[in-house]
C-alpha cells in the first residue's frame, strides 16, 4: 500500500542540525497522517512528532519541542523532520510513520527501516 524511506540520519556534533527525509510510495500521501518516532538504545519508543494530511495541524513531543520542526511536501511524497541543536539524549534510531487516522509511539499502519541519528557530546 504505502513503503517509507528514510533518510538524512549520521553523526553530528551537539548543537548541531540535521534534517531527515521520508519518501512515500503511491499516489495517495496526502491522505495520510505522518509522523516521526524514535528509539534509543536500551529505551522503549518515543513520540516525536506528527503532522497532519495537508500540514495545516502539527504535534510535537514536549522533549523536542522548540528544536524541532516537522513539515510535508504533498507534491513530492516527503516529509521532513528538522532538528537543531541536538543533544545527545536525541541519538537514536528514527522511524518514519504514516496513518490514516493518527500517529503516535505505537500506532501507524505504515513504518519505514529507520535512520540512525548519534549526537557526539
Known amino acids: 500500500q504505502v513503503q517509507l524511506v528514510e533518510s538524512g540520519g549520521g553523526l553530528v556534533q551537539a548543537g548541531g542540525s540535521l534534517r531527515l527525509s521520508c519518501v512515500a510510495s503511491?499516489?495517495?500521501?496526502?491522505?495520510?497522517?505522518m509522523g516521526w518516532v524514535r528509539q534509543a538504545p536500551g529505551k522503549e519508543r518515543e513520540f516525536v512528532a506528527a503532522i497532519s494530511y495537508n500540514g495545516g495541524r502539527a504535534n510535537i513531543a514536549d522533549s523536542v519541542k522548540g528544536r524541532f520542526t516537522i513539515s510535508r511536501d504533498n507534491a513530492k511524497n516527503t516529509v521532513y523532520l528538522q532538528m537543531n541543536r541536538l543533544k545527545p539524549e536525541d541519538t537514536a534510531v528514527y522511524y518514519c510513520?504514516?496513518?490514516?487516522?493518527?500517529?503516535?509511539?505505537?500506532?501507524?499502519?505504515?513504518w519505514g527501516q529507520g535512520t540512525q541519528v548519534t549526537v557526539s557530546s
Open positions: 510513520a504514516a496513518d490514516r487516522v493518527a500517529v503516535t509511539r505505537t500506532r501507524a499502519e505504515h
Open positions: 503511491g499516489r495517495t500521501f496526502s491522505t495520510y497522517y
